[in-house]
């Protein structure tokens, strides 16, 4: 997902962009609203990736991300008239979706891996070398390296439940700290505590696999 952008107050530009963006949402979200079939479709269809993506990455299977996109649009279209406008259409979805995926990751027991090939856009990814820095490892190693990137998604997928979200939200959707509270329901200390202990477990597991990689 897209992080919200704010524009600066001395930049009119930029906040004559974010009103024709929010004017658009609430346009969309009021045709919707009456019924209009078309506006239904172009809403799904333009925020279907990203809560897709979501939900893969928290889950680590292609089944769950599934279920997690049916029920984050059946609840979107059932609270679409709560919807404000006071924030971005993309970033009420996304919320939404977290909400669901966590409600589904937390009600199963166990941990559970299946590889991830499904490569996110430039604009629901944060950039592979902030991840690559967030965990200490050379971008271009984690780029070109394919076991390596495999192994890091194994990685996050074996963390628990909170450092994993943490990890997704941050490092690969690109959320403020902030963001993140307010969708998981914690505090911003909590975030930073489950996103360093994330980071420490992952580049744990990442050093281990290259040394034993080298050394083999």
Request: hydrophobic share 35%; aromatic share 6%; net charge negative.
């Amino acid at each position: 997902m897209t992080s919200i952008s704010k524009g600066s107050s001395n930049d009119p530009k930029a906040d004559v962009s974010n009103d024709k963006l929010f004017e658009t949402d609430r346009t969309i979200v009021d045709r919707a609203l009456g019924g209009d079939q078309e506006a239904m479709t172009k809403l799904v269809i333009d925020h279907q990736q990203n809560v897709y993506n979501l939900g893969l990455r928290l889950s680590g299977r292609e089944d769950e991300a599934e279920c997690v996109l049916q029920e984050t649009f059946l609840k979107v279209f059932e609270k679409l008239g709560d919807f404000r406008g006071d924030a971005r259409l993309g970033t009420w979805i996304h919320r939404i979706a977290t909400n669901v995926a966590l409600m589904r990751m937390r009600s199963r027991k166990g941990k559970y891996f299946v590889p991830i090939e499904e490569e996110q856009s430039d604009e629901d990814t944060h950039d592979i070398g902030y991840i690559a820095k967030s965990l200490e490892l050379d971008p271009l190693e984690l780029t070109l390296n394919e076991e390596l990137s495999q192994h890091l998604e194994k990685a996050i997928i074996s963390l628990p439940l909170s450092l994993r979200t943490a990890f997704v939200l941050k490092d690969l959707q690109g959320l403020s700290m902030a963001d993140i509270a307010e969708e998981t329901g914690k505090t911003v200390s909590a975030i930073k505590a489950d996103l360093h202990r994330a980071r420490v477990k992952l580049r744990g597991q990442l050093a281990e696999f290259i040394g034993s990689d080298q050394n083999g």
